[in-house]
């Protein structure tokens, strides 16, 4: 493959780095991309053809770290893939174009957003706090987006970065996942947000005493997580409640989470909301089938046989026939 650099200067002989990288893409990616696209951008500066093989050699990597290397530079337009290879992208004109496309897109009100001190503050503390007062200026934009987009108020949006900074996640898809799942619980307030958490709470708390019932020695899966989300949030069950189901998977050796759904959904069904209201249920299946087995054995009891006094001639007669 060849590989190009646009504004390539022969005059210097070092090989220049911009600033956008270290704000943008260094906490992002993992170490064998980023030794992959600081040896390319080397490279670049001669126009000379480099083979992948030669590339796996020369970095000491897998050839298919080199290729994923590559897709994942060029998804983040840091290169551009040609027919004979690759052109490694000025940064600072990538930024530009994310800088002033999604301005000039949303039409966002520059002088009114300059004018509100609260904004500014908040935005000023997320540089300060997670960006070390260097951060580039995409990321005004972006802010800007949420803050219009979401209906955050600045608490909301200190917190949504302090939230990702505190999972080492603090990029643009992971915050916009987290600022999704937020808009969709309807937070707008800070005093949303503790409601939501205060929740948060709750629901890992049933489902770590969930686990722990069952006798789970493990991490439940993304499904047995979205049963229990099902129960308590879109059935309004309590854990007292979820207990008495669980109850009833003790005469399975290896009860599964679809069958403890199946009795869930019924309750459900039935409007059965309380322990009360369960229990009661239970004792009067319990009853009626008492009674259906009482009628059974009466009707039994009380069914007419015939008596046969002299076997003798009986089994003659059977010999007859």
Known sequence: MKLEQNDLSMIFSTTQISDVFFTEYLSQANGDYIKVYLYILFLSKYGKDVRLNDLSKKLALPLKT??????????????V????????????????????KPRLSSKIDLE???????RAKAIDAINTSF??????????????????????????MLALFRYC??????????IQTVADAWHKNNIQTFSDLDLYYQKQE??????????KKLGLNRTLTQYE??????????????????????????????????YIDKIMCDWNDRNLKTVSDVEKFLTDM???????????????????????????????NAQKT
Not at 66 to 79: G, P, R, T
Not at 82 to 97: D, F, P, R, S
Not at 134 to 151: A, T
Not at 237 to 249: D, G, H, N, P, Y
């Open 66 to 79: 080199i290729q994923e290397a590559l897709k994942y530079w060029e998804d983040n337009s840091v290169i």
């Open 286 to 316: 319990k009853n009626k089938k008492k009674e259906i087995s009482n009628l059974q054995k009466k009707s039994y009891q009380n069914y007419e046989q015939r008596k046969y006094d002299n076997f003798d001639s009986l089994y003659a």
């Open 112 to 118: 009114k957003s300059s004018e509100n001190q609260y």
């Open 165 to 174: 900074f505190e999972r080492s996640a603090l990029h643009r898809n992971y």
């Open 81 to 100: 893939k040609k027919n004979t290879g690759y052109i490694v992208n000025n940064l600072q004109e990538v930024e530009l174009h994310k800088l002033y």
């Open 225 to 258: 997580e979205a049963y229990i989300e099902k129960w308590v949030v879109d059935f309004g069950f309590t854990i007292e409640v979820i207990e008495l189901a669980l109850k009833r998977t003790t005469s399975k050796s290896n009860p599964s989470f679809d």
């Open 202 to 211: 709750k629901m890992n708390a049933i489902k770590k005493s969930i686990s």
């Open 131 to 156: 960006f070390q007062g260097v951060m580039s200026p995409s990321w005004y934009s972006d802010i800007e987006l949420w803050f219009k987009k979401y209906g955050f108020d600045e608490q909301v």
